[in-house]
C-alpha cells in the first residue's frame, strides 16, 4: 500500500506537468514572447523528451528496479521545472519543458513494473486502472485550481514550487520503495535488443496503431488545446476555460477508474478498449461537426471524450499478456513511447492545423476534431482484428541463457 501510494504521488506529478500548460498558456506566452505555434512547440517536446525517455526507462527498470529508476528520472524532472520557472524565452521554456518530459518518463512505468512482476496479469488491468483514475488527479489540480492559483500567484512561483515538491518525492521513492526481487537470469542484451524483440512481435502488431492514436488525441485535447478551443470558439474567461477543463478532467479520472471493473466485468481487455475507442472517436466526430453551435454541448461532449477515451491501461494489460517477466520492463515501455509518440505528433501536427489562414476558429477546431476522430476510428478498426491472448501454440522468446525448450519438458519428464 505504501508503495502505491508514493508512486501514485509520482504519477500525479507526472500528470499535473503534462497538462499545466494549457492553463497557463495565455500568462507565460505573454511574458515570454510565444506565439501559439511555440506553446504548441513546447508540449510536443514534453512528449517528444518522454517518448525518448522510456528506452532508458525499460532497460533502468529491467535492470536496477524502480526505486532508483524512478526516485533519479524525478530529480531531473525537478531541474527541468525549476528551469522553466526561471526562462526568460523560447530556448529555456523549450530545454525545461524537455527536461521535464524526460523526467517523468518512469512516473507511470515504475507502477506498471511492480504490478507485472508483483500480481498475476489478471489484475494487471484492475491495479493499473486505479494507478491512472487516481493520478489523474493531477489533471484536476491542473484544471480550475491551477487557473485560480495564476491568477493569485501567478505562473512562476507555482512552478518553483512544484519544483520543490517532485524533488521531494523523489526523496520518498528512496526512502519507502523496496524493489521485487532480481530474476535469476535478467536480461543482458544490448541497449536496444529487447525493444526490437517486442517490436518484432506480430500479436501485437494490430494493437500498435491504436495504441499510437487513441491516447495522443485525447490528451492533445486535454493538455494542449480545450482553453484555446472554449476560448475562442465559445467566448470563455479564464475561469470558465478552467471548469471546462474540470469537467474533462473527472470524466478521465472517473473513466480511467471504471475502466477496470468493466474489464473484470467482460473479462476481455481487447473487448473493453475496443469498445471504449469507438465510443470516443464517435465524440469526436460529433465534437467537430456539431461543438460549435452550443458551448454546453461541446463541454458534453468533450467529458464524453475524457471519460471513454482513457483506455490506456486496458490498452495496456492487452498487450502485457504478450510479454515475458524478462521483457516486462521494455515491454511496457515500449508500448508508452508508442502512447506517447502519439501525443506528441498529434501535438505538433495539429498545431500545423491550426495555423491555416483564412479560417474562423470555430472551422478549423471543427476540422481538428473530426481529424482526430477519423484517426481514431481508422487505428480501431485494425484493433478489431487483433488477437485476444498468446497462443497456445506460440513460443515465447526466452530468457538469455535458459534452456530451450524441448529441453526443458525433457528435464521435467
Not at 129 to 156: K, Y
Not at 237 to 266: F, H
Not at 317 to 326: E, Q
Request: include cysteine; charged fraction near 10%.
Amino acid at each position: 500500500m505504501t508503495a502505491f501510494l508514493v508512486l501514485l504521488l509520482a504519477y500525479t506529478i507526472s500528470q499535473f506537468d503534462r497538462g499545466f500548460l494549457a492553463m497557463v498558456a495565455p500568462d507565460l506566452g505573454r511574458d515570454l514572447g510565444l506565439h501559439a505555434s511555440d506553446l504548441a512547440l513546447l508540449s510536443s517536446a514534453w512528449f517528444a523528451a518522454f517518448a525518448a525517455g522510456q528506452v532508458p526507462t525499460g532497460l533502468s527498470l529491467d535492470r536496477f528496479g524502480p526505486r532508483r529508476t524512478v526516485a533519479g528520472f524525478l530529480l531531473a524532472a525537478s531541474l527541468g521545472t525549476g528551469a522553466l520557472a526561471a526562462a526568460t524565452g523560447f530556448a529555456g521554456a523549450l530545454a525545461g519543458m524537455a527536461l521535464i518530459g524526460l523526467g517523468c518518463a518512469p512516473a507511470l512505468m515504475g507502477s506498471l513494473y511492480l504490478f507485472g512482476r508483483l500480481y498475476p496479469p489478471e489484475r494487471f488491468a484492475m491495479l493499473s486502472s486505479l494507478m491512472i483514475g487516481f493520478g489523474t488527479a493531477g489533471d484536476l489540480l491542473g484544471s480550475t485550481p491551477l487557473a485560480l492559483a495564476a491568477q493569485a500567484f501567478g505562473w512562476r512561483p507555482i512552478l518553483f514550487g512544484l519544483a520543490a515538491v517532485t524533488a521531494a518525492c523523489a526523496l520518498l521513492i528512496l526512502a519507502l520503495i523496496r524493489d521485487p526481487p532480481r530474476l535469476a537470469d535478467p536480461a543482458r542484451g544490448g541497449l536496444l535488443r529487447g525493444f526490437a524483440t517486442v517490436a518484432a512481435m506480430r500479436p501485437l502488431w494490430l494493437i500498435y496503431p491504436v495504441a499510437f492514436v487513441s491516447y495522443a488525441v485525447v490528451i492533445a485535447t486535454r493538455s494542449l488545446w480545450i482553453g484555446s478551443y472554449l476560448g475562442s470558439v465559445h467566448g470563455f474567461d479564464a475561469l470558465a476555460r478552467g471548469n471546462g477543463a474540470l469537467a474533462m478532467s473527472v470524466a478521465m479520472a472517473i473513466g480511467a477508474i471504471g475502466y477496470g471493473p468493466l474489464e473484470r466485468l467482460l473479462r476481455d481487455p481487447k473487448r473493453t478498449a475496443l469498445g471504449g475507442c469507438l465510443v470516443t472517436g464517435l465524440a469526436f466526430a460529433a465534437l467537430g461537426l456539431l461543438g460549435g453551435r452550443s458551448a454546453g454541448l461541446a463541454v458534453a461532449l468533450l467529458a464524453i471524450i475524457g471519460g471513454a477515451g482513457l483506455s490506456y491501461a486496458i490498452l495496456m494489460a492487452h498487450a502485457r499478456r504478450f510479454f515475458p517477466a524478462h521483457l516486462l520492463g521494455r515491454g511496457v515501455s515500449f508500448m508508452n513511447i508508442l502512447f506517447m509518440g502519439g501525443a506528441s505528433a498529434a501535438q505538433g501536427l495539429s498545431a500545423t492545423a491550426l495555423s491555416a489562414e483564412g479560417a474562423d476558429p470555430a472551422t478549423l477546431y471543427g476540422r481538428l476534431f473530426v481529424a482526430f476522430g477519423a484517426a481514431l476510428l481508422g487505428a480501431t478498426a485494425l484493433y478489431a482484428f487483433a488477437p485476444r491472448a498468446p497462443s497456445l501454440t506460440a513460443a515465447m522468446p526466452p530468457p538469455p541463457g535458459s534452456a530451450p525448450a524441448g529441453r526443458a519438458r525433457e528435464g521435467r519428464a
